[in-house]
């Protein structure tokens, strides 16, 4: 198994408190690159990417089943906005 270094540990610690930041931040571009997607096969790869983080967001089943199901960007956009305001609470770490 790998040892790594404190500097490491400490960047891998870091990454980890700050996953839902970074989820939201990929979500919110997910939904600017659904917008551009021209081609049916990049569309199903960012649908499939933006289901796995929303579900890693805590967004509730049912509403990433009905936003996957409809695959509308708009509705995805509401979601990052309700992320971004708050009312999707966070998972405690």
Same mark, same amino acid.
């Given at each position: 198994m790998?040892?790594? =270094?404190?500097?490491?540990k400490?960047?891998?610690?870091?990454?980890y408190e700050n996953?839902?930041?970074i989820d939201?931040?990929?979500l919110s571009?997910?939904?600017?690159?659904?917008?551009? %997607?021209? =081609?049916?096969? #990049? #569309?199903?790869?960012?649908?499939?990417? %933006?289901?796995?983080l929303m579900r890693r967001?805590n967004?509730?089943e =049912?509403r990433v089943?009905?936003?996957?199901?409809?695959a509308d960007p %708009?509705i995805?956009? %509401?979601?990052?906005?309700?992320?971004?305001k708050?009312l999707?609470?966070? #998972?405690?770490p």
């Amino acid at each position: 198994m790998t040892e790594y =270094s404190d500097y490491q540990k400490d960047v891998i610690r870091r990454y980890y408190e700050n996953r839902d930041q970074i989820d939201e931040q990929r979500l919110s571009e997910l939904v600017t690159n659904l917008y551009l %997607a021209t =081609s049916e096969k #990049k #569309k199903a790869q960012l649908w499939q990417r %933006a289901e796995e983080l929303m579900r890693r967001l805590n967004v509730p089943e =049912s509403r990433v089943e009905h936003i996957v199901r409809t695959a509308d960007p %708009a509705i995805l956009a %509401a979601v990052v906005e309700d992320l971004q305001k708050g009312l999707i609470p966070r #998972k405690k770490p």
